[in-house]
């Protein structure tokens, strides 16, 4: 009943709203319209084909359909980038909640593991690693999970190690209840809100490093996603021909899909952050007329 509830406020916050909006078309969208277009890899016409009534888009240089990549790119883009998200954020709660609830020998041990990963430079050790690795989504996923669960590890852990302090989880020990289910049924739900915005930044996160990677040619260029739509977009001199609709679609998609999770990051913050809350209540009962550079909330005279 709680996560029903938190989902009303999020659908009655209005950034939240838009964000959730524009998310779900792109889901909807990548899995729908590819039944009513072209296949993204057949030769439809002319190419590098200025956008038209015909094709909305545009051709590539091979003479393909852009929109038609563009929707089947969604699709593999989004997939990877939520299952990394899930993975990264999985992985950084099992590090940071053993860190956090056992302290001690345990904390300094997966501590200094997760410093060392924060001390690793990301963007080139992602390179290295899908240098070497066979090109493919399995590929990208595992670089980007291994390149990206350490920061999250980092901010779950302090939140666990505070949590791990409380009374009920020293009722629960009292109780007999196991650390296992100590962390999974008594600690992790109270984290709900800071997992959520863990998952999001991570898919963002995500998004913006697969499509990197794939741009510079080291994922699996003969499939379709929005990095090598930017790939082949390169390739065929796009910047030198002016042909602007080969990677204006794809960039604009990234960036809408990285806004609207942004905005739903935006609604939860407001919906979970009592400094927010205590604003929003405030907001609503003086009508916005007061003093917000007072410790204490002062009404505005007229």
Not at 77 to 101: E, K, R
Request: hydrophobic share 50%; glycine share 8%; charged share 10%.
């Amino acid at each position: 009943m709680k996560l029903i509830s938190t989902f009303g406020l999020l659908l009655n916050n209005r950034k939240a709203k838009i964000g959730l909006a524009i998310f779900m078309f792109f889901i909807i969208s990548s899995i729908l319209i590819p039944f009513f277009i072209h296949p993204p890899t057949q030769y439809v016409g002319i190419p590098l084909q200025p956008p038209s009534l015909e094709f909305w888009f545009g051709t590539n240089g091979q003479g393909q359909d852009v929109f038609s990549q563009t929707i089947y790119g969604a699709r593999k883009t989004l997939f990877i980038a939520i299952l990394t998200g899930v993975l990264v954020v999985m992985t950084g709660a099992v590090f940071g909640g053993i860190s956090g609830y056992y302290r001690g020998y345990v904390d300094d041990i997966v501590s200094l593991l997760i410093n060392i990963f924060l001390l690793l430079p990301g963007l080139p050790l992602m390179v290295v690693l899908a240098a070497f690795l066979p090109p493919g989504s399995i590929t990208i996923i595992i670089v980007l999970v291994f390149t990206g669960w350490a920061w999250h590890a980092r901010v779950l852990r302090s939140q666990v190690l505070s949590l791990s302090k409380q009374d009920f989880v020293s009722a629960c020990k009292v109780c007999g209840e196991s650390d296992l289910r100590i962390i999974i049924y008594e600690i992790l739900p109270r984290m709900l809100s800071l997992l959520t915005s863990s998952f999001i930044g991570a898919t963002i996160y995500a998004i913006g490093a697969q499509v990197g990677l794939e741009f510079l040619g080291l994922g699996d260029i003969s499939q379709i996603t929005w990095g090598t739509n930017l790939y082949w977009a390169t390739n065929d001199l796009a910047l030198l021909t002016g042909s602007w609709w080969t990677f204006v679609p794809t960039g604009i998609a990234i960036a809408l899909v990285s806004l609207s999770l942004t905005l739903i990051n935006f609604g939860i913050d407001e919906i979970s952050n009592p400094k927010l809350i205590s604003e929003r209540y405030l907001n609503i009962k003086l009508k916005n007329n007061y003093d917000r550079n007072s410790a204490t909330p002062v009404r505005m005279l007229d």
